[in-house]
């Protein structure tokens, strides 16, 4: 802790999104202070380096800062349930996050696109970039993924920006606006952050329609729908689907006996032009269509976009075909709804390679596509036991002890397969990481580095 002076505000959480805040505070003259539960936080020699002058306190949250402080700006990865974060609030203190600030600072002077929901986010942003930048838009992306919304402030000549956002950003952004924003979808995640309540956790994504002009809605999800329909103050709503779609919104249609994305009656690109695997992302296109044409993308370009983009690291991405088998890293598959998107959505029989902390999450929804995809299942990490109850008898198990042992357990299964079909092995963990490895890209690079090493084991036999 160095020297304290007279504090506005409170930074409550290091980290990269935290030194964003300390930088934004700083052009703006303010006083402030951060503070971590972390005796080492990510960024603190960057926060001494850079500035000497800032008070700074580790290793537990300074109870007589935080009730001093008219502001406390919360990293996302930090709960506002916190009980001194509650303490300060009931002595008077302003709770809110970056996104709030970017927010404040941003107005309605240049229009934000928001993108949230369980699966599919970061692929959807990263999509909308592009498209952005074929159809010769400026455009500035990050929060949630990639760069700290406030540091996309000092890019002047931005003439839109794109937003990931999470449902912890949600809860703390009030004023945010949006010209377009969507719910892509809702299923059980971070409920331990939630009290096991999805209701309370669906409601935090709810709020990214509170200030929108034109609402993007997923007919395929209950609660992206009602949220939409119960939003106030928008323009209009534009809703996308598997299903064919009403004019104005946004579909698949049957031509000539093939499946074509469509707006209303009007074919738009085959769907087996599109290089990302699985029924997920031909919805995930489908939104980005929609938000895009609110930007006034031009659809040329997003299409050309959508048969070039495949994938992003990560989250069911192809890495190699070994024999036959084709495997794939879905290391971002944090949740049961990621990991049962990327299972349903791959063609043929999948040996699929699961666990980690479940977050207090239900399993259950797991079972059904597990009995139809799987051809077997490999568990590891702390929660492996809770996932093995939902498989039953349905499919072969094997608990596994590391990353290395489960890519040469999926390839003796995979190997001793007599399906006639694709086959898969895919990590797609529905849980997180952060009981064996840093998190999830991590993970995700072993796993690729153990598959790269069998590829080449095989190789040489």
């Known amino acids: 802790m160095n020297a ?26 303010k006083s402030f202070a951060v503070v971590d539960s972390r005796q080492t936080p990510p960024n603190a020699e960057d926060l001494k380096r850079d500035y000497e002058e800032v008070p700074f306190h580790f290793g537990d949250f300074n109870s007589s800062w935080f009730a001093s402080a008219d502001q406390l700006v919360v990293n996302p990865g ?28 941003i107005g309605q002077t240049k229009p934000i696109i928001a993108i949230t929901g369980s699966n599919g986010k970061t692929t959807v942003t990263l999509l909308l970039d592009l498209m952005a930048k ?53 299923s059980e995640d971070h409920l331990d952050r939630y009290d096991n309540d999805i209701e309370k956790y669906a409601q935090s994504k709810a709020a990214i329609y509170k200030n929108c002009k034109t609402v993007i809605a997923n007919r395929d999800d ?20 598997l299903d064919k779609p009403d004019a104005g919104q946004y579909g698949l249609i049957t031509v000539s006996g093939k499946e074509w994305l469509a707006k209303g009656s ?31 993308f031009k659809m040329p370009a997003m299409l050309e976009v959508l048969k070039e983009f495949s994938g992003t690291e990560h989250r069911t991405q192809w890495l190699a075909n070994i024999k036959d088998v084709n495997w794939y890293n879905d290391s971002k598959g944090t949740n049961v709804g990621a990991t049962l998107a990327a299972l349903s959505g791959l063609p043929g029989k999948t040996v699929l390679i699961a666990g980690g902390q479940g977050k207090g999450a239900d399993f259950l929804p797991l079972q059904q596509a597990i009995k139809e995809k ?79 090493s069998l590829e080449k084991e095989v190789a040489s036999d």
């Open 266 to 296: 009007k074919a738009l690109l085959a769907a087996d032009e599109i290089k990302l695997p699985g029924r997920h992302n031909i919805s995930n296109a489908l939104a980005v269509l929609a938000l895009g044409e609110v930007a006034g």
């Open 78 to 105: 930090i709960a506002v349930a916190t009980p001194e974060i509650q303490q300060a609030k009931q002595s008077g203190a302003e709770i809110i996050g970056d996104i709030e600030l970017f927010s404040r600072e």
């Open 374 to 452: 799987a051809l077997a299942v490999v568990l590891m990490g702390e929660d492996a036991k809770i996932i093995a109850k939902i498989i039953t008898d349905a499919v072969p198990v094997v608990f596994v002890d590391s990353m290395s042992e489960a890519v040469k357990v999926a390839y003796e299964l995979s190997e001793g397969s007599d399906e006639s079909g694709q086959i898969n092995v895919l990590l797609s963990p529905a849980c997180a990481s952060f009981d064996m490895f840093d998190n999830y890209m991590v993970r995700g690079e072993v796993f690729m580095n153990a598959v790269s």
């Open 134 to 186: 074929k159809s010769g838009v400026t455009v500035a992306t990050g929060g949630n993924v990639g760069t700290p919304a406030l540091d996309l402030l000092l890019e002047s000549d931005t003439e839109l920006f794109i937003l990931e956002l999470s449902s912890y950003q949600l809860e703390t952004s009030p004023s945010l606006k949006t010209l377009s924003a969507v719910v892509l979808n809702v």
């Open 4 to 29: 304290q002076h007279s504090i506005n505000s409170v930074i409550v959480g290091l980290g990269k999104t935290g030194l964003s805040v300390v930088r934004y505070l700083a052009s703006q003259n």
């Open 222 to 241: 209950a609660y992206s729908m009602r949220f939409a329909n119960e939003a106030k103050g928008y323009n209009t709503i534009v809703s996308f689907g």
